[in-house]
């Protein structure tokens, strides 16, 4: 199912090279201002244009089909579409032969039967991203001071990102990279115990942007290899701030009022130029694949809008299940 | 809630140290047949007793109270339930004053309103895996031939794992490490392509496993850190086999017939004998805490065999969403 | 919030008088053929145009904006949009002072504290069942042989339909009407023992029309004045087919393969031109109201397709969880 | 699915003659004083005894499995387990064969592939009920001043229900009977406007209620034949008092802060000791059957407390979703 949250929850819909694509909201409280303007910094963060972007540009423009009223949300569903309209299908028409290394080719055409809309990746397409983008701004707005902060930190192996991009460009291939996303002025005691930690549902949400391989929390990876004496974070105020911050601001998967901290893998983007040998699927035989089309170099630089939107959306949620942000929001 | 899974759905409850622990699990096939023999190898696995687990032991004996007759699962909730016999509440009472750094216990008590159960851990404690392993075990035999194993790799930093238990054991303090997991025999086109994709599922039942920090898919944090080229699995069979495995058996979230390897971080218990420096709730000082109790050196000596309940509970829900379980089982 | 189902869902959004109205519906199985064409028939049931409904007259055009490519379901949410051409808001305007009786205005404007897009209804129009129309029309043609019929079999407490809706116009009142439903080609065992009961399901889904303010299962209230001898159906076949139909073809909440049959209770139109005496929320005293706009006379006619459709919705979600349905339909 | 509810939700299981009948509550705010006393009230309206009922005997007494601590609700799954201790199995297996009229022993053997526990109805027994009532006896307690009240007000035909049981005892058969229910304290703008209206949410659980075929909201199936004049609810004062209550308290699916009334229609049940003539499933031709064992001559009798239950727990539910329920609910 292509639908996610409990009381804030979204549905997505569309594919890369057909009419559009969107997302209807339910459990947005009425009453928040809301305008397209609003849209604009955080669909242009997650815009190409920057070396590394792919060159297919967008004009990504949201539209309200529902749920919006004088320029506030009615507390009922708010759809938004975005019309695709640079659209090449021409390029993809042949992969339905040889299906891309590292897409979902294969297994879209195996699970659909064939008859999955191909182009462009269809609705596996990281363009579907721009639906969980624009649900993120509401999201955002909803969570008034919490502030939440994505970048990407590490890429094809190193700290300085530029020269990373500017390596893979100069090779014809892609790199992947490592987004670190932190969240301040979070209450104590979002999530539940057990299935609905903090942790699983940030989890379930960010691992369906596409190319997200691995997620750690706090120290993550690194608490494997520490102690328990190292790893414990003491408690030093009332409200409960830590010393140190190995946990990531959750604990027993319930935030616990400290920074929230987590980092996602992301791997290279799929298609490159570089020729590839693989199955042709039609043939029967083992063929050479040269990815047409227009491609990131690195599509972690567009990673952090969307997890923050991934994330904002997680959190309103938990917010509004704890009874921290009001059904009747009132223009605040 | 404490409830996952959508077709095959999984509902837990108890407390360490109150009647018992539970699981009620509903959309089981009707016609498995099922005894309490069929627990004894999981249950027996994740049973403390080794160098490194807690010297508190349990029976840990498993008792239908619903959904069996003649032997036989009949189609309506199953549900099991373990008594608790060794517990000593008294360790843990004066917790409630100085919450142990690590540990659920303040979080616990500002969200629940010091209401919670708060004997060890109450319903945060790792004994609540006990319903989780359970229903593995019902999962893993509708699973039939679909296998999967999980083991742990890595302790305290190294892979001598036996060393670094000693050590900690020795040092009074606990470790980290990392625990694998990898399914065979899987078929092409489990998962959704968004938000219900494979990692996203199976992610978040994982991080409600307690202790788990971090986890990866197939080459996860290293494929951040490599090309395209480098990362990408050719396809060399018509049914989709590949080269290499840097996707973990995963494309666009959807298994694609390889096998599927994922790695979790365990982090070190929280529970340790050394002296810890942290707040007096009561006093609003500064305090030493010594945690009493019974505990793991190494919790990720037990995390194996509830990884794979974990798993096979959320590959079952898909396999029968793909309508390749069918609703009665037959006794097969 | 907007959604219904389990794996065949739908998702609604819209306004009467805003943009248009429409329906995401997640879990088509891939490989229906499916056109506009294929929403002629029912959509034109749906339009008023007959006596004793509203003069409003809209396109009702559908718009595929994802899911459907080479016509052909894709598998993936397919979005259906109505746009509305036909709108006079201005008739509306001044009813937020004085809320309609037996229309949604003055909940609407308390639930929603005013933020609600009252223009005709909003959210809470009729207008909303297109979406649940054309849901249907994709139900319906998944479903094959099972063939569902409703009708109009009395209104304004006479069989004689045509006379009663003759007097409501002459009286310049509204009057309401009882509709009969009736399934026939159902399977044996559709429906869940306890809350997912067939009566639960399709009555939940059922009171989410628009004026429906009763339902009853075969005999229905009428089995309240029977005995157990009378109402027990004897079973005279091995399939299970019954010598009567008191229970409606259901049992324990289970179908057991004789015709499903239901009634619905449909309220007479709450818009009428008859002066009514009731509150105005500006003054805080009682005044007259009389409602302008385009209205129908009995509503109960343009229920027997909302109805169908939402019996296909139901049946269809229960038939893709007994695996009746295949997840790839490949274009039967 | 044995599950209903979105924030305060309950999840049954059990058979009538297996070990025992139970539900686990999730969504309980903690901090709500709770002991077993507080069941005795409920439970014994629900237990036989009176003219009419089953002479069959059950302690029910209920056993707190999880979820309180100190008298107190924890905040996290509250299990309650009623065990059986009267069960005479031997009166029903030989119902396997004649499958009873009226009862779901064809359609569960159907269902379940003949892996259903078949004693006393097993999962599909009216015993079940017990779980939904100790549910209500939580909501009632959450909803503080909100008061549901139902009772019997028609059997066989007669408001003279006493003589009405009388016949029926005296003629060895059984009768139907409805029930109304009312619940004042109500605020403005509980439940959502489409899918999840309160009509929709509350006959979802009702008619998961065994016997239940009807139900009606206000004037229901009387509406159908009234004129919209007659049937709008006139608004008198501000806060949305109506003259009249045709709506039985909700417009477009919310209520509006009027009494709520509607009723059900309970079928005779379907044990009689009356001569069935019916197929044997086991010789494929007709047979007469006569019903053994221990049932109620008017089942409609012990239906009023259960139908109580199920509004309170549909009502809390919806309390907690307008935030009007608080998460911790200290004692009150």
Redesign the interface.
């Known amino acids: 199912?292509?639908?996610?949250g409990?009381?804030f929850?979204i549905?997505?819909?569309?594919?890369s090279h057909?009419?559009?694509?969107?997302v209807?909201i339910?459990?947005v409280p009425?009453?928040l201002p809301l305008t397209i303007k609003d849209f604009n910094d955080d669909l242009n963060k997650r815009r190409s244009g920057a070396k590394g972007t792919t060159p297919r540009k967008e004009a990504d423009q949201p539209r309200?089909?529902?749920?919006i009223?004088?320029d506030?949300?009615?507390?009922?569903?708010?759809?938004i579409?975005f019309e695709n309209t640079n659209t090449r299908s021409e390029d993809y028409s042949k992969l339905r032969e040889i299906?891309r290394?590292?897409?979902?080719d294969?297994?879209?055409t195996?699970?659909?039967?064939g008859?999955?809309?191909y182009r462009g990746?269809?609705?596996?397409s990281g363009r579907?991203t721009l639906g969980l983008v624009a649900a993120g701004v509401v999201a955002k707005k909803l969570l008034g001071s919490i502030h939440i902060q994505a970048r990407l930190i590490?890429?094809?192996?190193t700290t300085d990102i530029r020269k990373a991009i500017d390596k893979?460009v100069e090779?014809q291939?892609?790199?992947?990279?490592?987004v670190e996303c932190s969240v301040k002025g979070l209450p104590?005691?979002l999530g539940?115990?057990?299935?609905?930690?903090v942790?699983?549902?940030l989890?379930?949400?960010?691992?369906?942007i596409?190319a997200?391989?691995?997620?750690?929390?706090?120290?993550?990876?690194?608490?494997?290899?520490?102690?328990?004496?190292?790893?414990?974070?003491?408690?030093?105020?009332?409200d409960?701030k830590?010393e140190t911050n190995?946990?990531?601001g959750i604990?027993?998967?319930?935030?616990?009022g400290n920074e929230m901290v987590f980092r996602v893998?992301?791997?290279?983007?799929?298609?490159?130029s570089?020729k590839?040998?693989?199955?042709n699927?039609k043939t029967?035989k083992?063929d050479n694949l040269e990815v047409q089309g227009r491609h990131d170099t690195c599509i972690?630089l567009r990673v952090p809008v969307v997890l923050e939107a991934a994330t904002a959306v997680v959190l309103t949620d938990f917010m509004i299940?704890?009874?921290k942000i009001?059904?009747?929001y009132?223009g605040k």
């Open positions: 199912m292509d639908s996610f409990k009381l929850r549905h997505i819909f569309g594919e057909g009419l559009g694509v969107g209807t339910d459990g009425a009453g309200f089909l529902s749920g009223f004088h506030h949300t009615t507390g009922t569903p708010l759809t579409l299906p290394p590292g897409h979902a294969f297994v879209a195996k699970k659909f039967g008859f999955e809309d990746g269809g609705h596996f579907l590490e890429a094809g192996g893979a090779d291939d892609s790199v992947g990279g490592i104590v005691g539940e115990p057990f299935f609905d930690s942790e699983s549902v989890s379930h949400m960010i691992f369906s596409p997200i391989k691995g997620i750690e929390f706090g120290s993550g990876f690194m608490a494997a290899k520490m102690k328990g004496s190292e790893h414990n974070d003491n408690i030093v105020s009332m409960g830590t190995n946990a990531g604990n027993g998967g319930i935030t616990n893998a992301v791997k290279p983007t799929s298609s490159t570089k590839q040998h693989t199955m699927m029967g083992m972690a299940q704890e009874q009001p059904k009747i009132r």
